[in-house]
Nanobody, 123 residues
């Protein structure tokens, strides 16, 4: 399985970015998909996850109401729309495929990871 994340960049606080993750190598629609982020000096943290059906996404409290995760099973893509960005959202963002059938916030339960895309939010 290969994952390719893209869409990161530099944006001012209050702005928006849309991250994309292309998945190849297996049946995409069978996987839970997640977005995580890691800021310098911090542990990787869960941002958002979506089940294979696309229903009932799960979000970290810090991004609820600002970020939206979605997926296109026909195109093997997962997206993260990020609005009202804050400086504390600055991090490298990773997409990952979940090992189970239920969205989980634990990185250890995601078994394939993309290379990450850097998001920098300036004040």
């Amino acid at each position: 399985v290969q994952l390719q994340a893209s869409g990161g960049g530099l944006v001012q606080a209050g702005g928006s970015l849309r991250l994309s993750c292309a998945v190849s190598g297996r049946t995409f629609s069978s996987n839970v998909m997640g977005w995580f982020r890691q800021a310098p000096g911090k542990e990787r943290e869960f941002v958002a996850g979506i089940a294979r059906s696309g229903g009932r996404p799960v979000y970290a409290d810090s991004v609820k109401g600002r970020f939206t995760i979605s997926r296109d099973n026909a195109e093997n893509m997962v997206y993260l729309q990020m609005n009202s960005l804050k400086t504390e959202d600055t991090a490298v963002y990773y997409c990952a495929t979940g090992a189970g059938m239920v969205v989980t916030t634990t990185p250890l339960l995601y078994n394939n990871w993309g290379q990450g895309t850097k998001v920098t939010v300036s004040s």
